[in-house]
């Protein structure tokens, strides 16, 4: 379930029961303003995994648990690198900044 999904969840259920959503509507654009626009996909080359898009401004790779790309090996750093997307301020193309953040692990 996505935030956006939440938030018209919520939304339904009051407005079944008579009662107002209790959001605010500038909270409600704030939320749905964090949801990012996919900029980049990471290719699994085996079929039991999964593809990953990369939706966040900073994509985050490592063993610790709150990275977007968990690799499950204690010879990896828990932070080991993240990948920034960088969007060029005059419409053109964007890059993409690797920023190794870990001292275990290969990149």
Do not use: Y
């Not at 920034?84 to 301020?89: E, G, L, T, V």
């Amino acid at each position: 379930m996505s935030l956006g999904n939440s938030l018209i969840d919520v939304e339904k259920k009051t407005k079944a029961n008579g009662g107002s959503t209790g959001l605010n509507r500038g909270k409600k654009q704030q939320l749905k303003a964090n949801i990012g626009v996919a900029w980049g996909k990471l290719l699994s080359q085996c079929p039991q995994n999964p593809h990953i898009v990369m939706e966040h401004e900073i994509f985050t790779v490592g063993q610790g648990h709150q990275r977007d790309l968990w690799i499950s090996d204690k010879s990896v750093s828990k932070s080991l690198c993240s990948l920034r997307h960088i969007k060029s301020q005059q419409g053109g193309a964007s890059i993409t900044l690797l920023e190794i953040t870990g001292g275990k692990g290969a990149i």
